[in-house]
């Protein structure tokens, strides 16, 4: 079975063909500046009314090359990144974006006929934040471009929360380790974020997604699995990647570290008062 049929809302169809769209009416959301990489104009020009009919603000480009441009005086809120492009795929423009500090927070969601799990994993691991599979319903698109969106903008302006060796500022969109800032992508850092506002708590992979990625995300639950890997993978270099527990058959945790840190969150004085004393 393809894993397209099993995330996505939609049947699958064996063209490239696009869905009708059941429900053309417009819907309340967010104004945002969303950049659109195709290289299929007609699809291009399909997804630029749906965005603009959503009250969004389009930037579109037909290559990673164009993309790259466009994004050195523009800030979008979002990208919508086709995978076949020509001079460079869309996989290798979304690594090279979350290289870019600049750019390494913007959510991205990968829009392509692609559909074998590896080809979603390997999307995923590039650093996407959500995968549409063609054909797609622009629907069901436009609820992702908002969920994704909401979960971007809850984040902003929140007080940092300190854990451990870990510091994590909503607002300047930052973490650091002892001092020294950690590159996360979008997606790691709200999951981290959510992980450490409630410490020592087991989440499933289910409500994971239900709080990180916002009720009625129609995302496998081994995406939470993806992004636990890359958020350790990004923490290792600091020892703090272990602060991310696997709890078998139930799903993670954050762990708070048994040797307190100063001014961390610890309660627990160090060292003063020997077991059994009062
Ligand atoms: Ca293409």
Redesign the pocket.
Known sequence: MHLSCAIGTIPCLPSGAILADPMPTPTVTVPAQILVV???SS?RDMLRFALERDGHVVLAAGSAAAARALLTDHAPDLAIV????PGGS?LELVRALRRDERLLSLPVIML??RTTEQDITAGLDAGADDYVTKPFSPRELGSRIRALLRRSRDFDGEDAVVRGPLTLDGAAHRLSAAGVEIALGHTEFKLLGFLMKHPERVYSRAQLLDHVWGPGTFIEERTVDVHVLRLRKALRPHGADTLIETVRGAGYRLGVPAEPVDDAVASVPIGKNPAGGT
Do not use: K
């Not at 086709?82 to 492009?85: E, K, N, P, S, V």
């Open positions: 195709e290289d299929e699809i086709d995978w076949m492009l869309g392509t006929a």
